[in-house]
Structures are given as structure tokens and as C-alpha cells.
């Protein structure tokens, strides 16, 4: 991931976050444009899960929010991403039947395991469903 940032005299800078390569590993940033002195602040925080594997979805709302909670940063935006292209993130309403059951129904629906999808001939391997279900 790359973030471009600008500084009041309209410089461009990169700063290049890494993969670790770790299965799981969220990274969170705080963007701050509302700085005293209009310099934008990035502070890097990291939550990692360990996960059973195919359809797991977690509430990760109480470890986001305590990251914001511990920085220095008090406005601004988050970003949460994770690594890798068989995870997604997005925001949902986390109550059972519809975490439990009706998400995985539609998984199945939308993208079902043990299809022949492209991405599994050009690959060899199986896991064409995770990454759609990922989106």
C-alpha cells in the first residue's frame, strides 16, 4: 500500500507501507488534516487474527475503536485494510442471524465452493470462491 500525502507547500511525499506477510494482519491509519500547522499526521497501528479458515467473519469494532481510543491523533479519518486477497473488510450490522447464516447463504449463492472458476485453471489451486468472497 502506498499513501501520498502533501504538505502545505504542495510537495508530494510516499510513504510505503510493508506487508509482513502475516495471515490476518490489519493495519489502521489515522490521517489528521486539521493540524495547527496543516501538516497531515499518520500514526501506523496493527490488530492481528488468527482465523479458522473459509467464511470466519470477525467484529473487529472493539480493537479498531481501542486504537483510536490509545492515539495521539484526536481528529481525523481511519483507514482499516487488511493484507492479503482472500480478505475483505467492510461495515455490517453484527447480529447473529445475519452474520451466521444469512452472509454464508449468500456466499454460497453468489460465489459457492467447488466451482471451476478461471482464477482456479490459471492458478491450479481452489480458491477462486475466496477471493470473490473477499469483495
Known sequence: M???CSDKVGLIRHMKLTQT???GLTSVLYLN???TEDIMKIETQSIQFTTRGR???LN???EVAELLNSAEIKEGQVLVSA???TTGITTLEYEPGLV???VHEMF???APYGKNYRHNLTWGDDNGASHLRSM
Open 108 to 110: 454460497e449463492l453468489f
Open 60 to 62: 473487529i469494532t472493539d
Open 83 to 85: 493484507i492479503g486477497s
Open 55 to 57: 467464511n470466519e467473519i
Open 100 to 102: 451466521k447464516q444469512d
Open 33 to 35: 488534516s486539521n493540524h
Open 21 to 23: 506477510g502475516r495471515i
Open 2 to 4: 502506498v499513501v501520498i
